[in-house]
């Protein structure tokens, strides 16, 4: 086993013309991972490209990718893997998506099937080009895991669909387990960070979501410049509409071609938000620096509505 900094996961090279190309700061001493890649690594490495899949776990350049593969869970990758927005802060590549894959939700069925996972997560990247943005693939990828799988419970992690309600009763309709839709950063920095998307847009969507009487979950990341009086502000809000979990993490600079790193937190000011977001009202919150949105997701299926 091996511990490797965080920063050596990432590309050095980028181009000279980039908005955010320059010097990243040294990460903080407790960024390390353990990079094992044991055998049950190696089945969901081997069972995604005999199957042709995806996962966020690989396109986000994930830092816990090897601690929730050798613990037998992935997040799967739909709709392909490029995606029509392009967020400052992520490393899925951006432009014209090929035409969706027809037989990608039985795929997935059959990996989850394969691979007998107990609970699964499945997000996308946005496709804001298609009339629902992607949502029936969304439920014919429910339907077929539930299908294959019936015992498997189901996280899936949608696009805010451009605020299409429609596109999104057709998700809540086949009730996934748990809903999750990433707010991912403060309302004052959206138009810089997420210029596609729109704050009120996402808390409104998992308003919608309640309403449905689904499991909500957003996510969080902090170090792009907020504060953390304005990322209490966000865990009101997302209150407001009933969210259950929330996942808060440390952002950290994909390339040099990213949103620069604008502060590390101590571990200490994860737990104090873990602690702030108890007494709001949530029922589950994973806080720290390495925590990424479908962290220990198994874990979340037993709480209470």
């Known amino acids: 086993m091996s511990f490797i900094p965080l920063g050596d996961l990432r590309p050095s090279s980028a181009s000279e013309d980039q908005p955010f190309a320059s010097s990243r700061p040294r990460l903080p001493s407790w960024f390390k991972v353990s990079a094992k890649t044991g055998l049950d690594y190696l089945e969901i490495k081997q069972t995604l490209e005999r199957l042709d899949l995806h996962t966020i776990c690989e396109e986000a350049r994930c830092p816990n990718r090897w601690e929730c593969w050798n613990a037998r869970t992935a997040t799967f990758l739909i709709l392909g893997d490029i995606c029509t927005r392009r967020c400052h802060y ?11 894959d027809e037989a990608e939700p039985g795929r997935v069925a059959e990996a989850v099937r394969a691979l007998s996972l107990r609970h699964v997560v499945i997000t996308s990247v946005n496709r804001d080009e298609l009339p629902d943005g992607g949502a029936s693939v969304f439920a014919e990828t429910i339907r077929q895991t539930r299908r294959l799988n019936p015992t498997c419970t189901i996280e899936v992690l949608i696009p805010d669909f451009e605020g299409n309600a429609a596109a999104l009763a057709i998700v809540c309709a086949e009730k ?3 809903l999750n839709h990433n707010i991912e950063t403060v309302q004052r920095l959206f138009p810089s960070i997420r210029p596609q998307g729109k704050y009120q847009r996402s808390i409104d969507l998992l308003a919608r979501a309640k309403q449905h009487r689904l499991r909500t979950k957003s996510g969080l990341i902090l170090g792009m410049g907020e504060t953390l009086d304005e990322a209490r502000v966000v865990m009101r809000d997302l209150r407001t509409v009933h969210c259950d979990i929330i996942t808060i993490g440390q952002y950290l600079q994909p390339t040099k071609d990213h949103l620069p790193v ?3 937190y101590d571990p200490s000011e994860f737990a104090l938000l873990k602690k702030e977001g108890f007494a709001m009202g949530f029922t589950h919150i994973e806080s720290g620096p390495l925590v990424r949105s479908s962290y220990h997701a198994e874990q979340q299926i ?3 509505v």
Do not use: K, L, M, N
Not at 90 to 100: A, D, M, N, Y
């Open 90 to 100: 992520c490393s899925v590549e951006t432009g014209r998506p090929f035409p969706i």
């Open 176 to 178: 996934p387990d748990i």
């Open 262 to 264: 604008a502060r590390y």
């Open 302 to 304: 037993d709480q209470d």
